[in-house]
């Protein structure tokens, strides 16, 4: 059994050098080591080359890399095998950190203390809300939205979450489908997104939306903290809705192009915190021990676990 290893965007050593330590017993190959394409029983693939597992006869199984499966799903070459992506303490930990520290940052204000220290200016007294006076909703409750969640609530914010299907959560408001919608936004003063990117939820974070979030609220303006993919959002409705005051802030992670080019007006403007998509990295040490017990499992005839839906495409 032969695993392949297709990443581009990401140094591929470090995975090698995983995947042959918690699997000893088989050979691990890379895009472009002169493999017999027959030889491949598994792949595991962060932003392969569209076409790399067509033509692999033999293949059982893709595993993505990270927790997001778009760059997968988007390869219309993709055999019919299963999908699996990665749910991992260590990654949710680390989505939960940036999510709390982006949330608490807004809520102390960071970048307006940051950019008074730039000015050499001394503190400007502003009203201090307390975390329960700020209400964070989080679009997505799925594995990384739902530890967040909770996490949030323990900090003390008021927090609530939206998803796809009904969900109940102890101490979070819950919120489903396109009809809860604007009730969910309309409590919002954090939007934290969450989602998966899938024909559905690309381009949900428009101008529309940014105009459905309560106004009401102790920061000053509505805030959007988007960790989830580029594609999610429409940048010029970003820079509009910071420009006319409908967003009062953007801490974004992730953007339909990246690198982030080096003309986008997002890098200069003073509304936008940006982090280069590693809200939430994935740890190879990690991952590659959770693959390799997935491999054993299956085959030992068990069931795969963490499978997409390719109908829904997360
Ligand atoms: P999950 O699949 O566990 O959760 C997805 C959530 O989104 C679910 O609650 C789901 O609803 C909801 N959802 C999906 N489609 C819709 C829709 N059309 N309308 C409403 N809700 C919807 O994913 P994870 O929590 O593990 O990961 C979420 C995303 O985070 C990943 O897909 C990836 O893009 C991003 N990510 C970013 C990282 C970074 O470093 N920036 C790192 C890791 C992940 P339901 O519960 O009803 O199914
Ligand atoms: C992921 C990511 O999907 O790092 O895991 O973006």
């Known amino acids: 059994m032969t695993l392949l290893v297709a990443i581009t965007g990401w140094d591929t050593a470090p995975w090698l ?10 050979p691990v190959v890379a895009t472009g080591d002169g493999h017999d394409p027959a030889s491949i029983l598994y792949a595991a ?10 033509g692999l006869p033999n293949l059982r199984a893709i595993f993505s890399l990270g927790a997001g499966v778009d760059h997968l799903i988007g390869d219309a070459t993709l055999p019919a095998v299963p999908i ?10 680390r989505m939960s950190e940036y999510v709390v520290m982006q949330c608490l940052m807004h809520l102390r204000r960071h970048f307006l203390y940051a950019a ?4 050499g200016r001394w503190f400007d007294e502003r009203d201090q809300p307390a975390a329960r006076d700020v209400r964070v909703g989080i679009l997505g409750t799925g594995v990384l939205g739902t530890d967040a969640a909770r996490k949030l609530a323990v900090m003390g914010f008021d927090v609530a979450g939206w998803s796809r299907s009904p969900k109940s959560l102890e101490g979070i408001r ?11 936004l309309g409590r ?50 970003i820079l509009a809705a910071l420009d006319d005051g409908t967003l009062a802030f953007a801490s974004l992670d992730v953007f339909g ?28 040490e990690a991952i590659a021990t959770a693959i390799a017990a997935q491999i054993r499992r299956h085959e030992a005839g068990e069931r795969l676990g963490n499978e997409v839906d390719r109908t829904t495409g997360y």
């Open 17 to 26: 050098d995983r995947f042959r330590r918690v699997l000893p017993d088989r």
């Open 45 to 54: 693939s962060w932003k392969h080359t569209p076409a790399t597992f067509a």
């Open 84 to 93: 699996l992506r990665v749910v991992d303490p260590d990654l949710t930990n």
């Open 257 to 284: 192009t990246e690198p982030l080019p080096a003309g986008s007006p997002l890098w200069r403007h003073p509304k936008v915190a940006i982090t280069p998509h590693n809200a939430a990295n994935s740890d190879p």
């Open 174 to 184: 819950t919120y489903a489908g396109e009809a809860e919608l604007d009730a969910f």
């Open 188 to 237: 919002t003063d954090i939007l934290v997104c969450l989602l998966p990117l899938t024909p559905a939820t690309r381009g949900i974070l428009d101008g529309r939306l940014f105009a459905r979030l309560a106004r009401d609220g102790r920061l000053g303006g509505p805030i959007l903290v988007n960790a989830g993919r580029g594609g999610l959002q429409v940048e010029p409705d």
């Open 116 to 119: 008074q220290q730039r000015e």
